[in-house]
């Protein structure tokens, strides 16, 4: 899964730095990620991964880190298998 979202930051994220130089845990907003490249992100996302952001998850700490972008689309997948 990091794979593809490592993909996704590269193509949405428009990082003035290349994705493979951040680490899984490090802070996409300190490294360049703005408010508009995360709502592309976002909706990347959704399309990757066939998922739709709750309300509850679109705020910064879900996109802060590539770990937590992974957190939050198991929790999404989750949550359907649960419904």
Known sequence: MNKTIR???AKFGKL???VDQVAD???????GL?????VQLMLGIEEAFDIEFP???LNRKSFASISAIAKTVDLIRDSRKVA
Do not use: I
Not at 25 to 31: E, Q, T
Not at 34 to 38: G, N, R, V
């Open 7 to 9: 993909d996704l930051v």
């Open 16 to 18: 003035p730095v290349p």
């Open 25 to 31: 845990d490090a802070d996409l907003y300190a490294a």
């Open 34 to 38: 703005t408010s508009f490249a995360s």
């Open 55 to 57: 309300d509850n998850l």
